[in-house]
């Protein structure tokens, strides 16, 4: 590797770190980051903090302008394709230009079909020297779930799961607090953090109580989440703590037409209440994505019972599964299973998991890998 080319790979990662510092903020967009480079001196940075702020070009720029430089003749790192359209901000291909930036490099492509190499075409029609793919694969790595969403227009789908060598998250009359340690409860605040949505099932409401929401060292809670209960035939408690905290406003409960209408009219008071058609008479998951995603729900981590696991697990809905195991073995016949429902009748219809990563939190493991096929 030449060292012009060990050059845009150091800045590139700079660009990476960056962009990573926005993880769980940006949603519906992607996270990105960008470095302005002259003489081979970093001059200005930034990233994308947020949905409706400035772009991480924009942002890199105007750091510059602040430290007393001028970006005309410099080189430009950023981890995604430079938008070329107009939507809440400006297009950056057109802040770019009027910069002067010589030259421009580039991780990954913008996913959209729409949009994907617009960008560039415009940074080279207007003479700027253009290189792309630098690091690709890791700023598609981290961006997964917008890439998901963009393309798909449904959420990236994470089942998490906190259970037993053997696999089970519950004893036969439903306790399951707390299987896995502190170390692995603390991981799994991040991926709620991390998430647009949180779901589960009415099960999971009626023996647990759950708040589903952010809490900072597993105490006082800093935050919610859109949390989405399925619940067909609307079994909700109405003293159940999503639907009376300061964050009932965020909740959806998802019942089908075989709800008693008494009970959907009086959870709908509360919270948003959504008719769901049936599929064995449970909400159809498929249609509920399709409609999470319209509403811009890019991430949807599923913190469900075995049966609910196992719908988006065994129907193919989820993208990737994150299972946390303590050292323990509850064992009985008729303890709560992490993954139930039917199950593989052979060995042909096994979930087979991919890139899969394993990491120590304590006394406990966990397990993170893609679902299904590449």
């Not at 929401?213 to 003293?239: C, E, F, N, V, W």
């Amino acid at each position: 590797m030449s060292k012009a080319a060990d050059m845009d790979t150091d800045f590139m990662r700079v660009a990476l770190r960056l962009a990573r510092r926005a993880r769980g903020r940006t949603s519906p967009n992607p996270m990105v980051g960008a470095v302005l480079v002259k003489r081979g001196r970093i001059i200005g940075q930034g990233w994308h903090r947020k949905a409706g702020a400035a772009h991480a070009e924009i942002e890199a720029l105007q750091d510059a302008a602040k430290k007393g430089h001028s970006p005309k003749g410099t080189v430009l790192y950023v981890t995604l394709e430079p938008c070329c359209t107009h939507g809440r901000t400006p297009p950056c291909t057109e802040a770019i230009i009027a910069a002067g930036i010589k030259r421009v490099v580039v991780a990954a492509t913008d996913p959209n079909p729409k949009h994907a190499g617009r960008g560039f075409r415009l940074l080279r029609r207007a003479g700027i020297e253009l290189i792309h793919g630098v690091l690709a694969g890791e700023a598609a790595q981290f961006n997964e779930v917008f890439n998901h969403w963009i393309v798909h227009r449904t959420p990236f789908v994470t089942v998490k799961a906190a259970m037993t060598l053997d696999g089970k998250i519950a004893t036969a009359s439903g306790e399951s607090k707390w299987i896995t340690g502190m170390q692995s409860r603390a991981h799994a605040m991040k991926l709620r953090e991390s998430a647009d949505a949180i779901l589960v099932g009415v099960n999971t409401v009626l023996l647990d109580d759950p708040a589903l929401t952010i809490r900072r060292g597993l105490g006082k809670r800093t935050g919610g989440k859109r949390r989405i209960i399925l619940d067909s035939l609307a079994r909700t408690p109405l003293g159940a703590q999503i639907i009376n905290d300061e964050f009932a406003p965020m909740t959806t409960i998802v019942v089908t037409k075989s709800a008693p209408k008494r009970r959907v009219a009086v959870l709908a008071k509360r919270v948003d209440v959504l008719i769901a058609p049936a599929r064995n008479g449970r909400p159809d998951l498929r249609w509920l994505l399709k409609k999470l995603g319209a509403e811009n729900v890019t991430t949807l981590l599923v913190e469900g019972g075995g049966e609910v696991n196992a719908s988006f697990l065994l129907d193919g809905l989820a993208q990737r599964a994150a299972f946390f195991y303590a050292p323990k073995i509850l064992g009985g016949r008729d303890s709560k299973r992490a993954v139930a429902g039917a199950g593989a009748r052979r060995l042909t219809e096994i979930i087979q998991l991919r890139e899969v990563g394993w990491r120590r939190l304590g006394p406990d493991l966990l397990l993170t890998a893609r679902v299904g096929a590449a």
